[in-house]
């Protein structure tokens, strides 16, 4: 892998929430300056004079500047916001000034003065004026002194009634220099095209290691025992008649139920709670606890429990068990009571478009008030046949105001709302409300055969060490005949801790309001110190969830851009959390002490992993992913397989190798080793422009930007079917020792929502890599955009054998 070390004509001051709506805007118009360059004349050189003029002699924005002395000799600039908190955009770049092409890489040598505060940072994005949603999002940081690149590639096609706009700046305060700016037209990428009619030929590197394998087989133990007690339901939970029981009765039955399982927790051997087949109504305020248990089968018998009562948490939660079986069981959310989300067709849109009436066809009267008196919280445009979203892009919106009339819901927003007469909308009311099981520090637990046609959150939640963990045969879709827009309002299945061995197989999911399997461990980096005694560091921005650090856990210490310290440090004594009264705050502060001596040198940016969780041994096999409305597989793991899946309409991407960690929200994964994605179908998948629209993406997500690390390393992709992608088939960002072959790309059909690089291999910030021997067969003329082969960039990539592709046109 190769590091590669290598505009002010409007200066904007903007205000930003949530990165959703710019406020407080101010805008000062100046000539420009193009400065001499190398590089190709349709690139744009950014000069610093007039930032700098603009600043003195005095400066009338958030910021200043002054002259510092470039690494190579000559002048750079320096920008700081010296106080504040909010987004400061000091550099803004028009897409006039750009070439007349779509596809640009913006690249920026510099230095940091002063860091940003985490979970502030630098940044460099690209907006369209029409939404936020189209946003184009490079962050990064950095230690003072070093000498860096930062990159961003972007694909400024056109998006109608809107114009784009480069912005540099920063959120909070920090101190920048910029050496060097150039928005490159292109991004300077080395094509190999398939060669017709020849024969596929994978050649790996001399420098490969070993190829992956993947997951390998581990038991799971199903619940025993020298005796066989059954316990019923039968009389203690009461069903459905022909009308729903009242909302005593279904309290009733949860009490019963949490009755029968503490019952079983006191019964040596092995135990079944039996479900008498019904429809059952339950009223809860808290989770149902299956705690302590051992060698448990609740087996439901095809029977359906509605859960009917809001509250932030989960059905079941399961902590401490032990070979625990749930089985045959429907789980499903009263929408009469509260809907998860409403689906509305646009009839009429005022002249500000800052009121819209809505029809919502699949509503009555009493739904469509019903609606009209939830939450609002996020809107995207839905195909009302299938019922997944039509192009992956959100809307931002502020209802300010709603009134129904039958089945008509007129509302009224803070801001022009871009939505069109005609169209339909997925209207979100709840999202991380209740999980349907959450589990925790257990071990071979199995779900068989369980059903979630709708909840107002996530399906599974797995944290601490659950180990040995299956999900067999297991469904989030839709009831028969259903209309609702979604299933449920987030993921699906979503570990963020695990001891390791989780089997997926067998599973479909269907109209996810989020992801459908995200798997990884946490993270955190928000801000180390040196405590006031040698063996102690601070760690800000930590709640207690993030790390869960618990006295003898050996925590590990990574550099900024996630390469290794090799620095491994023992928990002496029980964390302390100050800075807040709840611990679980995202601000908290944890102090922890620690029984080696303190390493000296680390950085404030270092990065932290508990390695007392790991995600690794992971089987996701015969499932199916149809129409759904995030990605479909998230890992950040060691030793997986993922095989023979059917991936139909993801609007995101459908295999996701990842590492996230974004601000105070999430830090997920520290990339994968060993994985193996092999005889899996992806059809008409990865509609989004996020990603680019790539299949399968390999790629982190870092405060500090772009990494030279490898994250991903020892990936094997091969045997896969692929028909119609809009994006890359395959985009890989720090990885290494990967090979991607055997691999078959059918174009069947006009893709509607094509983007730059479909079709292709793609490549930056790699390693190591064999991508040959795969064929593209194209059944009709190719879009101008489709292509096929590889595309690398020669500057950040090493040690690629392109070997033969071949395009046959049967």
């Known amino acids: 892998m190769k590091s590669r070390t290598q505009s002010m004509d409007l200066a904007k001051q903007t205000g930003i929430r949530n990165h959703v709506r710019d406020v407080g805007m101010l805008v000062l118009l100046l000539s420009f300056f193009v400065a001499s360059s190398p590089v190709q004349a349709a690139d744009y050189v950014w000069s610093p004079t007039n930032l700098y003029n603009a600043t003195h002699p005095t400066s009338p924005f958030p910021w200043t500047t002054q002259w510092v002395a470039a690494p190579g000799g000559g002048q750079s600039l320096e920008v700081t916001v010296p106080s504040g908190g909010g987004y400061y955009n000091f550099i803004a770049i028009p897409e006039s000034y750009l070439g007349a ?433 040698p063996d102690k560091f601070h760690f800000f921005n930590c709640p207690k969830h993030r790390l869960r650090v618990n006295v003898g856990d050996v925590l590990e210490f990574y550099n900024p851009d ?17 800075g807040t009264t709840n611990p679980y705050d995202a601000t908290a502060l944890m102090s922890v002490k620690f029984v080696e001596p303190r390493p000296t040198g680390l950085s404030y940016l270092t990065i932290v992993r508990n390695t007392s969780y790991e995600t690794r041994n992971v089987n996701i096999s015969g499932c199916q992913f149809k129409y759904t409305n995030g990605r479909a597989i998230l890992l950040a793991g060691h030793d997986a397989t993922i095989s023979a899946c059917y991936f139909r309409n993801v609007t995101s991407t459908s295999i996701q190798l990842h590492t996230e960690i974004v601000d105070n929200l999430w830090g997920e994964g520290q990339g994968t080793t060993n994985v193996l994605i092999k005889d899996n179908t992806f059809e008409n998948a990865s509609i989004s422009t996020r990603y680019e629209g790539a299949l399968i993406y390999a790629g982190a997500t870092l405060p500090w930007g772009q990494t030279d690390y490898p994250l991903f390393r020892q990936i094997l992709i091969e045997n896969n079917r692929i028909f119609n992608a809009s994006g890359p088939v395959v985009s890989l960002k720090f990885s290494q020792d990967v090979v991607v072959r055997n691999n078959i790309m059918d174009l069947t059909q006009t893709m509607p929502l094509i983007k730059s690089f479909s079709g292709l291999i793609y490549g930056v910030f790699s390693d190591n890599m064999a991508l040959g021997g795969n064929t593209w067969r194209d059944w009709i003329t190719p879009q101008a955009q489709y292509n096929t082969g590889i595309a690398i960039d020669p500057e950040t990539t090493s040690d690629v054998q392109p070997g033969t592709n071949s395009i046959a046109n049967d």
């Open 562 to 578: 996630y390469s290794p310290t090799g620095i491994h440090l023992t928990v002496k004594e029980e964390p302390v959390f100050s």
């Open 101 to 533: 092409g779509t596809d640009f890489k913006v690249v920026m040598n510099f230095r940091v003065s002063s860091t940003p505060l985490l979970p502030r940072y630098f940044y460099i994005f690209a907006r369209n004026s029409v939404s936020t949603s189209y946003d184009i999002w490079q962050k990064f940081t950095g230690d003072p002194g070093e000498e860096r690149t930062i990159e961003l590639p972007l694909d400024l096609s056109p998006i109608p009634g809107g114009t784009w706009t480069i912005y540099v700046g920063m959120l909070g305060m920090g101190s920048l220099i910029i050496d060097d700016l150039v928005v490159e037209d292109g991004r300077g990428l080395s094509m190999t095209p398939a060669t017709l009619n020849a024969t596929p030929v994978s050649d790996l590197p001399l420098t490969m290691g070993p190829l992956a394998t993947g997951y390998t087989t581990q038991a799971i133990d199903q619940p025993t025992g020298a005796t066989h007690t059954v316990l019923s339901a039968s009389g203690l939970m009461i069903p459905d008649g022909a009308t729903p029981v009242s909302q005593t009765v279904a309290q009733q039955n949860v009490s019963a139920l949490q009755s029968l399982i503490n019952d079983a927790k006191l019964i040596p051997g092995k135990k079944t709670i039996q479900i008498p087949t019904g429809v059952y109504r339950l009223y809860a305020s808290s989770a149902i606890l299956i705690h302590d248990v051992q060698d448990l089968i609740i087996d439901g018998q095809g029977s359906e429990f509605i859960f009917e009562h809001l509250f932030t948490g989960e059905c079941f939660n399961i902590t401490n068990a032990l070979r625990l079986k749930i089985t045959d069981l429907y789980l499903d959310w009263n929408w009469d009571y509260k809907p998860i989300a409403s689906l509305g067709r646009v009839v009429s849109i005022s002249g500000d478009q800052k009121t819209v009436e809505f029809a919502f066809d699949d509503l009555d009267t009493a739904q469509t008030l019903l609606a009209s008196q939830q939450s609002w919280i996020g809107i995207f445009e839905m195909d009302p046949v299938r019922l997944s979203s039509a192009d992956g892009s959100k809307l931002s919106m502020n209802a300010t105001s709603k009134s129904a009339s039958g089945n008509h819901i007129t509302a009224t927003f803070s801001s022009a709302m871009n939505v069109a007469v005609g169209k339909s909308y997925c209207i979100r009311h709840l999202y991380y409300q209740l999980i349907g099981f959450k589990t925790y520090n257990s071990a071979h637990v199995i779900f068989n055969g369980v059903t979630i046609y709708s909840l107002p959150g996530m399906g599974w939640l797995n944290t601490g060490t659950t180990n040995h963990f299956q999900v067999f045969d297991c469904h989030i879709k839709r009831r028969s005949g259903s209309r609702n827009p979604l299933t449920t309002a987030a993921d699906g299945i979503h570990s963020n801790e695990t001891g390791g061995n989780i089997v997926i197989k067998l599973c479909t999911f269907e109209g996810l309001g989020d992801d459908c399997i995200n798997l990884h461990d946490n993270t955190w980096q928000g801000g180390m110190i040196y405590g006031g005694s």
